[in-house]
Nanobody
């Protein structure tokens, strides 16, 4: 059974940093493309960052230059380093694993950026 478990969320002041982690199990992690998505209250879920199985990355314009996605295939984990956080980054952040017809999601972790 595939599980994705996010951690590292919390309350941070504007300009601060957080590092999200997503631990995967029940899958051959290295074969999957991994995403971080987020959903703010009253909005649709949006893609934040992608790292594919070969390690290539891509980012939404909203976070480019501030967020960094990485993966550790030995630890079956994907990370999202978030710097220069803004109030508009407040959202529930979700870890997503995709390969062919398989699409798995974590339960999400809340990030609140507020003074």
């Amino acid at each position: 059974q595939v599980q994705l478990v996010e951690s590292g969320g919390g309350l941070v002041q504007p300009g601060g940093s957080l590092r999200l982690s997503c631990a995967a199990s029940g899958m051959i992690f290295s074969l999957y493309d991994m995403n971080w998505d987020r959903q703010a209250p009253g909005t649709q879920r949006e893609l934040v960052a992608v790292i594919n199985s070969r390690g290539f990355t891509n980012y939404s314009n909203a976070v480019k230059g501030r967020f960094t996605i990485s993966r550790d295939n030995g630890q079956d984990a994907v990370y999202l380093q978030m710097n220069s956080l803004r109030p508009e980054d407040t959202a529930v952040y979700y870890c997503n694993a995709r390969r062919q017809n398989n699409d798995f999601w974590g339960a999400g972790v809340l990030v609140t950026v507020s003074s």
